[in-house]
């Protein structure tokens, strides 16, 4: 059984705070890791993908991969109000539909 | 640019009535097709997925059914819904081409079986 496990949070942290949510994931085979933000009552929208271990930097957000530990995590600097949301981490190993943690909720307070 | 359209985006079905919830793509061709349940508060289960017309394969045996009469269109279905089967339906595309093309969803259906 493939697993992506996540802390269900929540999170919560200062405005203007730097945010870290983590993901690890079972599936030694699995090649590429999305990031998607869902907002209450809406659908997931995509807002990372990494398939390289190390860094990946987009605005104010990082994604960090580590195969050999099997753990990659989302940064979301200068955090904000409305990056309040359940965060999820996705994998996908070949062309395997992705499978999903259950999410994890970021509140930022003002 | 691709959009994915869904409908209804809500609907309420009492116990023991049938289902079809629709899902179309546009601006490409040959896409995979997804459909995922969301129950409140839980990630997302993935339940049915096509590479092509007429080609589904299912993830989780249920009560429901998909079909893919058309390149672009994705049709989930029950003939006797269960109170289980109350949750958020997503239906998301991506390109065929390897594992590192993104995945996107659609607006979604929520639905509520009484």
């Given at each position: 059984q493939?697993?992506v496990?996540?802390?269900?949070g929540?999170?919560?942290v200062?405005e203007?705070?730097?945010?870290?949510?983590?993901?690890?994931?079972?599936?030694?085979?699995?090649?590429?890791?999305?990031w998607?933000?869902?907002?209450?009552?809406?659908?997931?929208?995509?807002?990372?993908?990494?398939?390289s271990?190390?860094?990946?930097?987009?605005?104010?957000?990082?994604?960090?991969?580590?195969?050999?530990?099997?753990?990659v995590?989302?940064?979301?600097?200068?955090?904000?109000?409305?990056?309040?949301?359940?965060?999820?981490?996705?994998?996908?190993?070949?062309?395997r539909?992705?499978?999903?943690?259950?999410g994890?909720?970021?509140?930022?307070?003002? | 640019?691709?959009?994915?359209?869904?409908?209804?985006?809500?609907?309420?079905q009492?116990?023991?009535?049938p289902?079809s919830?629709?899902?179309t793509?546009?601006?490409?061709s040959?896409?995979?097709?997804?459909?995922?349940?969301?129950?409140?508060?839980?990630?997302?289960?993935?339940?049915?997925?096509?590479?092509?017309?007429?080609?589904?394969?299912?993830?989780?045996?249920?009560?429901?059914?998909?079909?893919?009469?058309?390149?672009?269109?994705?049709?989930?279905?029950s003939?006797?819904?269960?109170?289980s089967?109350?949750?958020?339906?997503?239906?998301?595309?991506?390109?065929?081409?390897?594992?590192?093309?993104?995945?996107?969803?659609?607006?979604g259906?929520?639905?509520?079986?009484?």
């Open positions: 493939k697993e496990e996540q802390n269900s929540p999170l919560s200062p203007g705070a730097i945010a870290s949510l983590n993901c690890t994931y079972s599936d030694r085979g699995s090649q590429s890791f999305f998607y933000r869902q907002y209450s009552g809406k659908s997931p929208e995509l807002i990372m993908f990494i398939y271990n190390g860094d990946k930097e987009d605005g104010r957000f990082t994604a960090q991969l580590n195969k050999a530990s099997q753990y995590s989302l940064l979301i600097r200068d955090s904000q109000p409305s990056d309040s949301a359940t965060y999820l981490c996705a994998v996908r190993e070949g062309r539909a992705l499978t999903f943690g259950s994890t909720r970021l509140q930022v307070q003002p | 640019s691709q959009t994915i359209h869904q409908w209804p985006a809500t609907l309420v009492p116990v023991g009535s289902l919830l629709e899902c793509v546009e601006g490409t040959n896409p995979n097709l997804y459909w995922y349940r969301q129950a409140a508060g839980r990630g997302l289960q993935l339940l049915f997925y096509s590479v092509g017309i007429g080609q589904i394969s299912s993830e989780v045996p249920q009560n429901l059914s998909a079909s893919r009469p058309q390149d672009r269109q994705f049709i989930l279905s003939k006797k819904l269960l109170l089967d109350s949750g958020f339906y997503l239906c998301a595309w991506s390109v065929i081409a390897n594992s590192y093309n993104e995945q996107f969803f659609g607006p259906t929520r639905l509520t079986v009484l």
